[in-house]
């Protein structure tokens, strides 16, 4: 079974910064590509940014210049950096992944989710 497990969140001045953390564990094929979405309250969960296996990344455009989307591919953890950060940044963010297991099978997975939030 595959987990993924976010941390790093929390509460923050307008102009800050954090660095979100998504370990992943079980058995596994790394996979090709790994993203975050964040969801605000009262909004639909919306895609932020992106990598692949072979390191290009994609960022949402209110996002872009702001934030940085890496791996560590060592310790099996997907990272994001959150640079000055704005109070419409207030939202849980997750990692999101689909991942080919042992069996053949491709699984979606998500975390649990971690809280930002942003003050003014």
């Known amino acids: 079974q595959v987990q993924l497990v976010e941390s790093g969140g929390g509460l923050v001045q307008a102009g800050g910064s954090l660095r979100l953390s998504c370990v992943v564990s079980?058995?596994?094929?790394?996979?090709?590509?790994m993203e975050w979405y964040r969801q605000a309250p009262g909004k639909q969960r919306e895609w932020v940014a992106a990598?692949?296996?072979?390191?290009?990344?994609n960022y949402a455009d209110s996002v872009k210049g702001r934030f940085t989307i890496s791996t560590d591919n060592a310790k099996d953890t997907l990272l994001l950096r959150l640079n000055s950060l704005k109070p419409e940044d207030t939202g849980v963010y997750y990692c999101?992944?689909?991942?080919?297991?042992?069996?053949?099978?491709?699984?979606?997975?998500w975390g649990q989710g971690t809280q930002v939030t942003v003050s003014s």
């Open positions: 999101h992944a689909n991942i080919r297991v042992p069996t053949g099978a491709i699984v979606e997975s």
């Open positions: 990598i692949t296996s072979g390191g290009e990344t």
């Open positions: 079980g058995r596994f094929f790394s996979p090709s590509r």
